[in-house]
Structures are given as structure tokens and as C-alpha cells.
């Protein structure tokens, strides 16, 4: 769940969006999905790997080391605390895209992470 749906931030908040909200969820999804781990179990300050990505978005790339670099990159402004500053769905589905592993000309993701070395 997104920081401003825990810390009820939706009253201080006057361009709350729901789509905002989505973009977290994603981001967190994949993020998960691609390490194998959560980044955090909770979006609030008591837990210490959000309140060091709260502190430094940098720490992400360390918290999920099997995340493709370019991947961190997007997931860092995909999953900002504050809703008004992160990437649209629009604009993290177009990062995302660009990303060499998740490119349409490669073999994909699928066949990339389970190719054998000749």
C-alpha cells in the first residue's frame, strides 16, 4: 500500500490520485518480482528500509541488488513517497519499455534470464 494511503495523507493532499496509487503498486510488483524480495513490508517511517529510501532513493539499488540497474532507476521515481512527484503510468510504462532488457527486438526477459551460456 502506498505511503499516502497508510499515513492518510489523501486530506493534506488535494491532488490525490488513484492512478498515483497504481503506479506504486506496479513499481513495488515488479520490484518484488524481479528480486524476489520485498523492497519493504511497509511504506511508513517504522519500517528501516522505507525510512532509508525515504531518506535516499539511492538505497533502492542496494535493497533489490538483483534489479537491473536501469530498472532501479525507474523504480526510484515510480515508487517516491510523495504522489505529486512520481512518473505517470504513462510515463513508467514508457521507462520501462526503454529498458534493454525489456526490449521488443531482444529475446525477451523470459528467455534472457533462463538462457544457457554456450
Not at 56 to 71: F, I, N, Q, S, T
Not at 92 to 97: L, P
Request: proline residues 8%; hydrophobic residues 40%; contains cysteine.
Amino acid at each position: 500500500m502506498p505511503p499516502e494511503r497508510i499515513c492518510n495523507l489523501k486530506a493534506e493532499n488535494k491532488a490525490y490520485s488513484p492512478e498515483q496509487q497504481d503506479v506504486w503498486a506496479i513499481a513495488y510488483m515488479l520490484a518484488t518480482a524481479c528480486n524476489g524480495d520485498y523492497p519493504w513490508r511497509a511504506a511508513f517511517p517504522v519500517d528501516p528500509h522505507f525510512k532509508a529510501f525515504f531518506a535516499d532513493p539511492e538505497v533502492l539499488g542496494k535493497r533489490l541488488p538483483l534489479v537491473h540497474v536501469e530498472l532501479v532507476k525507474v523504480l526510484q521515481r515510480a515508487l517516491h513517497p510523495d504522489p505529486r512527484c512520481r512518473l505517470t503510468l504513462q510515463q513508467f510504462r514508457e521507462q520501462v519499455e526503454k529498458i534493454s532488457l525489456f526490449k521488443k527486438e531482444k529475446r525477451g526477459f523470459f528467455a534472457k534470464l533462463f538462457s544457457v551460456s554456450d
